[in-house]
């Protein structure tokens, strides 16, 4: 079972979802999930929360196009496909607009009318492309969604702050980009230039007092990347650059590259001398 969530991103949002469910994916427009076993009613009790459009099908194709269309507050939970092949065209959200315009003015308004098309048509115009939207308009979809767990996450009673603030020390990774703290009343974003124990400190009196403090850090750390052009040598090249005293690194372009490369210059590919002295 999957769903999509018709709503604004934020980090607050993000977290809603991610308790529902670690299978979720962070989109423009809102949030796919790919469900567990779960009823009607705990959907809707959940999705109240977001004051948006929950659409749920079989599959994301659907979800997310019946959410693209109704656009409105409330659960909209399909039992068959017989709505999905009803929606306008423009809703077939993973084929290119201008092609969906396209469609639209040949004739074909909704998605179950390009049910139509032969698939030797669409693959002969489309190509693989084609053999997609002979899948699409039958409601065919196979995508999973993968598991998005934050980087880091910890959970904190309401101790006092300074014995709060003495274990997030001892517990947080020694590299982390950012970090998100949450209490029952306020949330915090927390995205220093540089991590310290003030500004650290600082954060934590900002949320104080809470029942129970969520930190997580999303996002892993970027890798230190060094100079695109910083080469390290095996230490036997340089044992051997050592030895051999007239090894050079690199390739040293002859007299004939050189020639060459001058024809290419100077256009002169033609010219008798020089393709007499190319051959020396």
Not at 7 to 14: G, V
Not at 61 to 86: D, P, T, V
Not at 160 to 187: D, H, N, Y
Not at 193 to 221: M, N, Y
Request: net charge positive; with cysteine.
């Amino acid at each position: 079972m999957f769903a999509y969530l018709l709503s604004t991103p934020s980090l607050e949002k993000r977290y809603l979802v991610y308790c529902k469910t670690p299978r979720f994916r962070e989109e423009s427009k809102g949030y796919a999930l790919e469900l567990g076993p779960t009823s009607k009613e705990e959907l809707l009790e959940w999705g109240k929360q977001f004051n948006s459009c929950l659409a749920v099908a079989d599959n994301l194709l659907i979800a997310k196009a019946i959410a693209i269309y109704q656009a409105r507050s409330g659960l909209f939970w399909l039992k068959n496909n017989e709505a999905f092949f009803k929606l306008p065209v423009d809703c077939l959200w993973p084929v290119p607009p201008p092609l969906l315009t396209e469609f639209f003015q040949a004739g074909f308004k909704t998605i179950g009318s390009l049910q139509q098309i032969p698939l030797e048509a669409l693959r002969l115009r489309l190509g693989e492309l084609g053999e997609k939207i002979f899948s699409y308009c039958r409601g065919e979809y196979s995508e999973t969604i993968n598991a998005t767990p934050p980087f880091w996450e910890g959970r904190f009673s309401s101790e006092s702050l300074e014995k709060t603030f003495a274990k997030l020390q001892q517990q947080l990774p020694a590299k982390i980009a950012q970090l998100w703290f949450l209490t029952e009343e306020k949330s915090l974003d927390f995205r220093p230039e540089k991590f310290g124990k003030h500004s650290l400190l600082r954060a934590l009196k900002s949320l104080w007092p809470w029942q129970t403090l969520v930190v997580i850090s999303w996002d892993s750390p970027p890798v230190k990347q060094g100079n695109l052009f910083d080469f390290n040598l095996p230490q036997a090249l340089y044992s051997l650059l050592a030895q051999e005293s007239g090894l050079k690194l690199g390739l040293t372009p002859n007299r004939r590259e050189l020639v060459r490369q001058a024809n290419f210059v100077w256009g002169f590919e033609f010219d008798p001398y020089l393709a007499i002295t190319h051959n020396n």
